[in-house]
Nanobody
Framework: QVQLVESGGGLVQAGGSQRLSCTAS????????MGWFRQAPGNEREFVAA????????YYGDSVKGRFTISRDNAKNTVYLQMNSLKPEDTAVYYC????????????????????WGQGTQVTVSS
C-alpha cells in the first residue's frame, strides 16, 4: 500500500503564491500517474491537476489553468503543485492522489480512477 503525505499548506494572501508537496512511500512511484484535488466546505472534491508517470503530460482543471503548475521529481518520490495568483475561492483542503495503472496513457481528472490518497493539507487564501 502506498502512503502519500502532503505538506506546504497554510495561510496566504490573495495574489500570492504557495507550493504544495506530496511525498510517496515505496519504490514504484515512477509508475504512478499523480493528481491533485481539492475540497472546500459544502463542495464536492474537485479536480485540480494531474501529471503522468514520467512528467511529460499534464492536465488542469479550468478553474486553475494558467495559475497552477503540477510537476514531479521521481528521484524524490514527490509531486508538487505550484499555486500562483491565488484567490479566496482557492481556499480548500488539497489532496494528492496516485493512479497505480502503469498503462494509463494520459493523466486523468476522474476521481474514481485514483487508488491512493493523502490526508490533505489546508490552504487558506485571505482577501
Amino acid at each position: 500500500q502506498v502512503q502519500l503525505v502532503e505538506s506546504g499548506g497554510g495561510l496566504v494572501q490573495a495574489g500570492g503564491s504557495q507550493r504544495l508537496s506530496c511525498t510517496a512511500s515505496g519504490r514504484t512511484f515512477s509508475r504512478y500517474g499523480m493528481g491533485w484535488f481539492r475540497q472546500a466546505p459544502g463542495n464536492e472534491r474537485e479536480f485540480v491537476a494531474a501529471i503522468n508517470h514520467i512528467g511529460t503530460s499534464t492536465y488542469y482543471g479550468d478553474s486553475v489553468k494558467g495559475r497552477f503548475t503540477i510537476s514531479r521529481d521521481n528521484a524524490k518520490n514527490t509531486v508538487y503543485l505550484q499555486m500562483n495568483s491565488l484567490k479566496p475561492e482557492d481556499t480548500a483542503v488539497y489532496y494528492c492522489a496516485a493512479d497505480r495503472r502503469s498503462w494509463a496513457p494520459s493523466p486523468t481528472a476522474v476521481r474514481d480512477e485514483y487508488d491512493y490518497w493523502g490526508q490533505g493539507t489546508q490552504v487558506t487564501v485571505s482577501s
